[in-house]
């Protein structure tokens, strides 16, 4: 009888694997850039303004604006090119995509684990397209979208004692948009042992979920009051203490701990440690999540969730969570999900 020979995990059958994964990634990728940068006016509450924006700068070359500098150079120098706003609205998402691609390798070498980067690439994308934290980030709040996964980046670097890369991912993310400043002023709690961290988080959390916060702010920080009270007064969004989002939030903080016993060393413990991370990016809103349009300093913590939960999923002891195949296909479906997301004008 003839017999088969087993497969063998040649180095031409991991490179095709790893082409097969890239394939699949930038085809998505450039989807989902299609999708973003061919969307209405009308869809995003903020894409008019950046379109009225780059249209000025189209038709004058430089204009007053409050925008930060990096982003406003960067569109300058697309405006420059004479691309229409269609263009412009593409490049910003390839340019998000390529935030997420910072900050994932800055988690994955933290975290060391042994699967590969090109999956726990795309299980976080997976994860990020099936949130709609991630369709806010990209239609409707750009800049801080842009900025958000540096300010993650730049944490990790701080965690692990990395000064300049911290410098350096922290002036990217503040050069996108002057908000990352308030997360990474909090970046010295990671100096701190854990025990003690737990213990700010927890007391930020119970003095912000009682009013505490607003109250010492509008005490102490008057100014500081009335500038978060004031931004978008018009808007018809509720103001002042929001339950539901620091409940929801500190649900994403315990799960690390909850589904360790399913991931594998040396990733249990380090996914577990880097809470510590998203915890300062949750004080932050603790301490000014009360006035208009608070949703938006939870931005960075809530992006950074996505990656979490592919680490948990890419080092995960149940084999199907980890397999490339099944993750590619949950990306091609996530896509699809996505695409609902923005061609409806869902933001959160």
Known sequence: MEQTLPLVDTPSNTNARAMLALMVLAAVCLLMDLVVGSRSID???????????FDALRHHGTV??????????????????????????????LVMIG?????????????????SYLTFL????????????????????????????????????????????????????????YSSLLYLAFAPVLLLRERTQRLIA????LAYCSGLTMLLVQVLAPPVYAIVMK??????????????????????????YGLAPLVHEPARQRIKDGTAIYAVMLLAFFAVGWGNFSNRYLLSSWLSVS???????????????????????????????????????FVI
């Open 122 to 177: 795309t299980a976080s994308l997976m994860f990020l397209l099936l949130s709609p934290v991630m369709s806010n980030a990209s239609i409707n709040v750009v800049r801080q979208g842009l900025a958000s996964l540096l300010v993650f980046a730049a944490l990790i670097a701080f965690y692990q004692r990395q000064w300049r890369s911290y410098l350096f991912w922290g002036l990217m993310a503040t050069g996108f948009h």
């Open 202 to 205: 927890i007391g930020a959390f």
């Open 43 to 53: 869809i995003g509450t903020d894409t008019y303004v950046y379109a009225g924006f």
């Open 231 to 256: 931004y978008d007064v018009g808007a018809a969004y509720r103001t002042g203490v929001r339950l539901d989002f620091a409940v929801f939030s500190l649900f994403w903080y315990l799960l690390p």
């Open 64 to 93: 007053n604006s409050r925008f930060e500098p990096i982003f406003y150079y960067l569109s300058m120098a697309l405006a420059n090119t004479g691309m229409g706003r269609t263009a412009y609205q593409s490049c910003l998402f």
């Open 307 to 345: 990656l979490v939960l592919a680490a948990i999923c890419c080092n995960s002891r149940l084999t199907p969570l980890r397999n490339p195949l099944l993750i590619r296909i949950g990306l091609i479906a996530a896509s699809g999900v996505f695409y609902l997301y923005v061609s409806h004008g």
């Open 99 to 115: 935030t997420v691609v910072v900050a994932t390798r800055k988690y994955y070498d933290y975290l060391q684990s042994e699967g």
